[in-house]
């Protein structure tokens, strides 16, 4: 239900865009997030977005670099990535929860999940 893709190969400094497209419901209404798995690590929170679109947050290492949007007559979340560095490579997830703000990042309060799109950056 919810499909990520944008993801590729890019040198530091470069710039993609994640999409989540959803299908199947709306989730205009949902807090939404992207999150992301580097091999061998745990799988991380990067961004995420409230239901009513008023509240962002993002962790520390993209803050000023990766933005988080969503466009409702779509259903898509955007993640335009900015600035890229070789550590964020990793695979890209976007999830979407029922739940409040209060669980934006925790990988285990997103009941819906993208299969993942790969971003790797060169140095």
């Known amino acids: 239900q919810l499909q990520a893709s944008g993801g590729g190969l890019v040198q530091a400094g470069g710039s993609l865009r994640l999409s989540c497209a959803a299908s199947?419901?709306?989730?205009?209404?949902?807090?939404m997030g992207w999150f992301r798995q580097a091999p061998g690590k745990e799988r991380e929170f990067v961004a995420a977005?409230?239901?009513?679109?008023?509240?962002?947050e993002y962790t520390d290492s993209v803050n000023d670099r990766f933005a988080i949007s969503r466009d409702n007559a779509k259903n898509t979340v955007y993640l335009q990535m900015n600035s890229l560095k070789p550590e964020d490579t990793a695979v890209y997830f976007c999830a979407g929860s029922t739940l409040g703000w209060i669980g934006r990042r925790r990988h285990y309060e997103y009941g819906y999940w993208g299969q993942g799109t790969q971003v790797t950056v060169s140095s």
């Open positions: 977005l409230s239901s009513s679109g008023s509240s962002t």
């Open positions: 199947g419901r709306t989730f205009n209404n949902y807090l």
